[in-house]
């Protein structure tokens, strides 16, 4: 039987507008599937139970008086912790910061409310929001509601997990480094991260961690468990007028991902990016949705992205460019956690010891931490301006090779693992460059759920004496069952050809038997 948590935004919208559900009625179920979910999975943070309870009621009555409506009229969605949302704490899960309180929403986070959206609370993150998984000293872990001993993934972790469960039917991320993306694959959801400089980044603190670099920049973008919901919170999140608070903004036309044709698309499809192995079910779910786009009428052809090390090597490079000093300010107060204290310790070396310290990863067979490490540490303003020419570079060789393939959208794995064992990013240091490549380029970039991992399949991976591939072994044994989703990507400012493959997969995908549709919880 359909029950209202497990409907989606646009459904509850519909239902609610046509008078077959009240806001209230909607707010009371899925606080009450938080309330059965939340003391296994630690995903909402910061519940907002009685105001939502107030909104949804005064959502109804003004109804009843026959207000206009938004188009999230009565929809409960959730918020991820970074962002300001007025009288809550925005702490990126330092301790320190405990009793933060935001002044007043953030404006993505006016939008969704003036759209008539109804907080019902926030969601956990990884420390900083600086890795794959939703971990800090504030709030604890957030388990994957597919399997407890697995990570929901980070830093919007806490928003896929509530999200995966029936918890709430929309939530707002953000991302950096795979941060919506890789959530999304890990709990068996939808995520978009839109192009760079689509949507404001005024919603969370500067204060916190200013990265004064525009080089690499995070992007807020909507999670849920449909892509016509992602395009719903899109239409309300990318509406003309954010330039009015934001200059930064390019007052770039939202498009209707409905007026893309599939079958006019042509698809540049890789299952390997020559960087990190993908693990076997997600190469094949790759493989899968090549097969079902082209008997919809794509043309996809196979195709080598170029240089992903380089992509990689910028990120690395960018993101130490300060040696983490704006990192270790903001840490100051507080301990970090397991996952950025190597971080921190390799950016502290001194000069003399590098050359030995480097000799001994090598000699120790450590060839992934060797090459992340060369990557890191304080650049002058020269240097650091160089990277910025290199990162340009990078990105016009890579506009340059998809123009010349004549190519609308690539299709590729999220990341080369399902969700990770607690705390195994501590070791696994660039298993992500499937997702981070795009945010190097800064374009859009989608994921949909596809399938679960077979029995059988779970590892083809050679046994190493490198950590991070000991690591990713680790990962994948036992994986059988976790969610596996697929990665879509477009032209900058092309998002509707990102949700138009997206739901075309979504619909292929949703019709399988292993399709992750609700986790056992």
């Not at 409960?76 to 009288?87: D, N, S």
């Not at 941060?179 to 999304?184: F, H, K, Q, V």
């Not at 330039?243 to 599939?262: C, G, K, L, T």
Request: neutral net charge; aromatic residues 6%; proline residues 7%.
């Amino acid at each position: 039987m359909t029950t209202i948590t497990s409907l989606g935004a646009a459904e509850i919208a519909r239902k609610i507008r046509a008078k077959e559900l009240s806001a209230r009625e909607v707010v009371d179920a899925q606080i009450r599937r938080i309330e059965e979910v939340n003391p296994l999975l630690n995903a909402v943070v910061i519940p907002l139970f009685e105001q939502a309870r107030r909104e949804a009621e005064a959502a109804d009555t003004a109804q009843l008086r026959g207000d206009p409506l938004g188009p999230l009229h009565g929809v409960p969605i959730t918020i991820k912790e970074q962002f300001l949302v007025e009288g809550t704490a925005t702490t990126f899960g330092l301790p320190s910061q405990k009793h933060h309180r935001a002044e007043a929403d953030g404006p993505l986070v006016k939008r969704l409310r003036d759209a008539g959206a109804i907080i019902l609370g926030k969601t956990n993150v990884s420390q900083m929001l600086l890795f794959i998984e939703s971990d800090n000293h504030l709030y604890g872990r957030t388990n994957n509601p597919w399997n407890f001993e697995r990570s929901c993934g980070g830093s919007s972790g806490g928003e896929a997990a509530i999200i995966a469960a029936g918890g709430s039917p929309l939530g707002l991320g953000g991302d950096f480094g795979g941060s919506i993306r890789e959530p999304a694959h890990f709990c068996g959801i939808q995520g978009l991260k839109p192009t760079s400089l689509r949507l404001t980044n005024f919603d969370t603190r500067s204060d916190l961690l200013p990265r004064g670099q525009e080089v690499i920049l995070p992007q807020p973008g909507p999670m849920a468990r449909t892509v016509a919901d992602l395009a719903l919170a899109m239409d309300v999140l990318a509406a003309p007028g954010q330039d009015r608070f934001d200059p930064s903004i390019p007052p770039v036309p939202w498009r209707n991902f409905a007026d893309v044709a599939v079958k006019s698309l042509r698809v540049a499809v890789y299952e390997d990016d020559g960087y990190f192995k993908a693990a076997p079910a997600i190469r094949r779910v790759v493989r899968e949705a090549a097969e079902a786009l082209h008997g919809m009428g794509a043309q996809v052809v196979a195709w080598n992205p170029p240089a992903v090390g380089e992509a990689m090597r910028l990120f690395f490079s960018v993101f130490t460019a300060d040696d983490s000093a704006a990192l270790r300010h903001a840490l100051r107060n507080d301990e970090p956690m397991p996952q950025l204290k190597g971080i921190l310790r390799s950016t502290q070396i001194p000069g003399f010891m590098k050359k030995l310290f480097k000799k001994r990863l090598r000699s120790a067979g450590e060839e992934r931490f060797l090459r992340v490490f060369e990557t890191i540490g304080v650049r002058s303003a020269e240097e650091f301006w160089k990277l910025v020419v290199e990162r340009n570079q990078y990105r016009l060789r890579f506009m340059q090779e998809l123009e010349a393939g004549g190519f609308d959208a690539i299709l590729c794995p999220p990341t080369s693992l399902p969700a990770v064992l607690h705390g195994s990013t501590t070791d696994l240091l660039d298993f992500d460059s499937y997702a981070r490549l795009f945010n190097v380029l800064g374009l859009p970039a989608g994921v949909v759920a596809a399938g679960r991992v077979r029995a059988g399949e779970e590892s083809d991976r050679q046994p190493s004496r490198d950590s991070v591939e000991q690591a990713a072994l680790r990962v994948e044994a036992g994986s059988a069952g976790l969610p596996v989703g697929v990665q879509v990507a477009s032209h900058h400012w092309r998002e509707d050809i990102v949700l138009a493959v997206m739901s075309a997969l979504e619909s292929h995908f949703s019709r399988q038997a292993d399709y992750p549709a609700q986790p056992p919880i």
